[in-house]
């Protein structure tokens, strides 16, 4: 499915897309600071009650956005000299809005996904009796169970608990590995419906089947890396008070580099 004209994305992907995130961040700081001030804010606010959970809401459509902004960036402007010429003239609001639409679709899709994913865990837990193992637990009073009674009641939780444990882990990995392709086939929806719909492309035969092909598995093997330490180097960050403004700095690029990678995934594979 090829979409984009650059052929260094096809030919070297995680070097190209980092690249392109870096690109995208150095060719209009003052776009890249105001956007990170804004994130800033949002963070904080997090920790307010009640307006923490729309702040929470609002940054991650916003990271979508900005993500969904950085591909349409780089189709439209076909090469990397293209796109900065793109960026640089790139207005803040439009850079903020412009995609607030598919983003805010792709977001609550893959909300009602986790939702989904949820309820089919605490189900698996009920089913196996992992709620009345822990039922009974809770019931009893310190000092009426002997050290052996414990024993045998949290061996009968974690045997009950097992299959629910062992469907999170397998899904976790299964729909880790796939996720890079959907939301790369997300990123080039242009409307609510259409990326909400997207996100459900995570239970398609034919995204799985493009997954497991040699060039994917390692792009993605390269790309898990490249987002975990980066990652964790931002959490680190995060942690520290006068670190988060670079912390939030490193997310911003976070953001462009999963998505422009994600969407080089797409445009490499065959068959969807």
Do not use: H
């Amino acid at each position: 499915m090829k979409i984009f004209s650059d052929e260094t994305l096809l030919q070297s992907p995680i070097k190209s897309s980092m690249n392109y995130a870096w690109t995208a961040m150095r060719s209009n700081w003052a776009n890249t600071l105001w956007t990170a001030l804004i994130l800033l804010v949002l963070i904080l606010a997090g920790a307010i009650p009640l307006v923490g959970l729309i702040a929470s809401i609002a940054q991650g459509i916003l990271l979508y956005s900005l993500g969904y902004w950085v591909v349409d960036r780089i189709k439209t402007g076909e090469t990397l000299e293209g796109f900065v010429q793109k960026v640089k003239a790139e207005k803040l609001g439009a850079m903020l809005s412009e995609k607030l639409a598919p983003a805010t679709g792709f977001y609550v899709g893959f909300m009602i996904f986790s939702l989904l994913m949820g309820l089919i865990t605490i189900a698996i837990l009920w089913a196996t009796g992992g709620f009345a193992a822990i039922a009974t637990t809770m019931q009893q009073q310190p000092g009426q169970m002997s050290p052996e009674q414990m024993e045998v009641f949290y061996a009968q939780i974690l045997a009950a608990s097992t299959p629910a444990l062992a469907f999170i882990l397998f899904t976790s990995l299964f729909f880790g590995f796939i996720w890079p392709l959907v939301y790369g086939y997300a990123l080039f929806q242009k409307s609510f419906g259409d990326a909400f719909n997207a996100v459900f492309m995570l239970f398609s035969p034919r995204f799985w089947r493009a997954a497991f092909t040699g060039k994917y598995f390692v792009t993605v093997a390269l790309w898990t890396l490249v987002v975990l330490g980066v990652g964790i180097i931002t959490g680190i960050c995060m942690a520290v008070i006068f670190l988060i403004p670079l912390g939030v700095l490193l997310l911003i690029w976070l953001v462009y580099f999963s998505a422009t990678l994600s969407a080089a995934t797409y445009n490499f594979s065959e068959g969807i």
